[in-house]
């Protein structure tokens, strides 16, 4: 009997990102997500996730922002306000703040947009996002070079 798809609403687990399989090659089922009765033929509800998948998730997310982060703009403007303040507590504070604002609008249109698209189209849909993002900010610095060899007057190359 195969195992029906699970809408992926919740917490990520062992198996729900793209690619990943076990090594039978099938997606693994995770013990969060329990299978439909065959009997009754409804869906149970999901249940809490297990500590293991909530510490893989913490961890899964809490690594990729960090890295994500490290040399970001935003960091850079924290290393400079923090040396031109002179008050790095204050800064530190400020800046996590606003970090945690940004996560929070970031996870809470995630989950509405997982109600309204599947995770392969948002993955597309982001993909394409940001390949439209990097072509616009490289026309922008292209044109803001032209312009300042214009301005300037030297010649390319």
């Not at 793209?18 to 869906?43: H, I, L, M, R, V």
């Amino acid at each position: 009997m195969s195992t029906p798809e699970r809408a992926s609403h919740g917490p990520l687990s062992s198996g729900d990102l793209p690619g990943e399989t076990t090594q039978s090659g099938s997606s693994p089922q995770s013990p969060a997500w329990p299978d439909p009765s065959p009997a009754s033929g409804a869906a149970s509800p999901p249940g809490p996730p297990s500590s293991q998948a909530w510490l893989q998730v913490f961890l899964t997310t809490a690594t990729t922002v960090f890295l994500a982060e490290l040399g970001d703009k935003t960091q850079l403007a924290a290393l400079l306000l923090s040396a031109q303040s002179g008050r790095p507590a204050v800064v530190f504070v400020g800046a996590s703040l606003a970090l945690i604002c940004s996560s929070l609008v970031g996870v809470l249109l995630g989950r509405w947009l997982s109600r309204l698209m599947a995770p392969e189209q948002l993955e597309r849909a982001a993909g394409v996002i940001m390949v439209v993002l990097g072509l616009w900010l490289g026309r922008q610095a292209v044109l803001q070079l032209a312009g300042d060899h214009l301005q300037s007057g030297t010649a390319w190359g």
